[in-house]
């Protein structure tokens, strides 16, 4: 096993690419068992968790290959197969091909996913879809039985939550549906527009995209198509992070700033200068005396609130500040894993049910330690904090950044970052 060693305590300054978004690539590949042909998806990352859905795929009888940031996916012979605990364990996104597989075949078994490191995660928003749809679901040894004979049937589907997969997989399970479906109270997240605009370039009927209300009308055929991946806005605003954290100036490039409307707003309210232009972000970032950071609370919400991908590194940024703020997360019941980690490098923060509290330290805050991983984006600000940190961050466990961050230390070098991997 590989760890990550951070030598701190210097200024990012330069340039960066955005990669395409693992969290609308996911959606976007399931997306292709719909239809056979050959699909085309451009600015597709080349992540541990992409070549994992591609090996799913694999398995259902697609066949693929990827020409740099493009992949060809061709599932003209799908065949109906169990999508195994072994894989859903290792991702949980597998179970996005639940509802293509019912459009296309009427017929899906996969495992159901456990908890994981940040919640419980149900996937009943999911399964109460489908059935309503007319699917038969059955739950037996770990698994999700679904069959239905014939056509899915259109109906109106209420969320009792924005969610982003059941969202993506009732639009993906509805699209050749009888009739006209209805999404309401849907999750509103930009990986989802990707999806619609995927899905309407494959010939689908669509309205709402953008919106919390999602009218399907269900056409009996779809084609292949290409399609191209969004940036990723969570890589987009963990970069930008990492930089008002070490200090600096760089800009982002290839990004899209209208993804990113919280997080923005609460890096220039922290005092850190931002400008955007169409693909791009600009930051800079004074660490002299005089330019402290300010305290800005945070509440993670469904877009277009601010994300719960990017809470823990912001909370990095937060112990680097000048006075107190608290942090609430509002979408998952688990999600201050990195706390005790950040404790670790100095950190003074407390936490009670959902809500932390963050004491400012000033800049030099924090200092390099030993710490672990415990899932992506967890994992993503104890990175922020080792460049931060005066001294050397050991971070072990780091096959949880390769799920979701392309070519991470090879970016963060290209700024100046001191950072490189050793075997464990
Ligand atoms: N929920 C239910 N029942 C369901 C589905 C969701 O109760 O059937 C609850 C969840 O437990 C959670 C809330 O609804 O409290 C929202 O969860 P959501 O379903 O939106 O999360 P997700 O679709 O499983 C995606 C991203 C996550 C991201 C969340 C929230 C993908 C592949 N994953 O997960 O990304 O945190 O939306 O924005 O799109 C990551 O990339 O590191 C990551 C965890």
């Known amino acids: 096993m590989e760890k990550l060693i951070i030598e701190g305590g210097k200024p990012l300054y330069g340039e960066i690419t955005i990669s395409g978004a693992k969290n609308a690539a996911l959606p976007c590949i399931a997306a292709t068992l719909l239809a056979p042909g050959e699909h085309v998806l451009k600015n ?6 992409t070549r994992t859905i591609l090996s799913l795929l694999e398995e259902l009888g697609a066949t693929w ?22 894989l859903v364990k290792t991702m949980r996104a597998s179970v996005l091909v639940l509802g293509p597989l019912l459009a296309r075949l009427g017929r899906a078994k996969v495992s159901l996913p456990g908890g994981c490191a940040i919640g419980e995660r149900p996937i009943n928003f999911h399964i109460n879809g489908f059935e309503r749809f007319g699917v038969d679901c059955r739950l037996e040894q770990g698994y999700v039985e679904a069959f239905i004979d014939g056509r899915l049937k259109g109906n109106t589907v209420y969320f009792d939550q924005p969610s982003v997969t059941a969202t993506e997989n009732l639009l993906m399970a509805s699209v050749m549906a009888s009739g006209t479906t209805t999404l309401k109270n849907a999750a509103r997240e930009p990986e989802i527009g990707n999806l619609i605009d995927m899905l309407v370039n494959m010939g689908a009927e669509i309205e709402g995209k953008g919106t919390d209300s999602i009218t399907v009308h269900g056409v009996s055929k779809l084609h292949a198509a290409e399609t191209k991946i969004i940036p ?48 791009s972000i600009s930051i800079a970032a004074q660490t002299k005396k005089g330019h402290e950071l300010k305290s800005v609370d945070i509440k993670t919400m469904p877009y277009p609130g601010y994300p719960t991908d990017l809470q823990a590194q912001f909370m990095v940024l937060m112990t680097l500040s000048n006075s107190i703020c608290v942090i609430k997360e509002t979408i998952f019941e688990n999600r201050f894993m990195h706390v005790a980690e950040l404790r670790r490098m100095g950190a003074t923060i407390k936490t ?18 030993r710490v672990m991983a415990t899932d992506l984006r967890a994992s993503s600000s104890l990175v922020i904090a080792g460049i931060a940190a005066t001294g050397r961050t050991e971070i072990s466990r780091i ?22 991997k050793e075997n464990e």
Not at 44 to 49: E, H, T, Y
């Open 65 to 86: 290959r990827r020409e740099g940031a493009t992949l060809f996916i061709d599932c003209s012979d799908i065949v109906y197969s169990e999508v195994s605990y072994d």
């Open 44 to 49: 597709v990352p080349n992540l541990r968790d």
């Open 232 to 279: 990723d806005r969570i890589e987009t605003g963990t970069y930008l992070i990492a930089v008002g954290a070490a200090g600096g100036e760089a800009v982002i490039k290839n990004c899209n700033p209208l993804h990113l409307p919280a997080l923005i707003e609460k890096l220039k309210e922290s005092g850190l200068a931002l400008t955007t232009e169409d693909s």
């Open 399 to 420: 096959y949880h950044l390769e799920r979701g961050y392309e070519n991470l230390v090879a970016k963060l070098s290209n700024l100046g970052a001191r950072v490189w």
């Open 352 to 369: 009670e049910g959902n809500s932390a509290v963050v004491s400012g330290n000033g800049r030099d805050a924090l200092s390099g330690a």
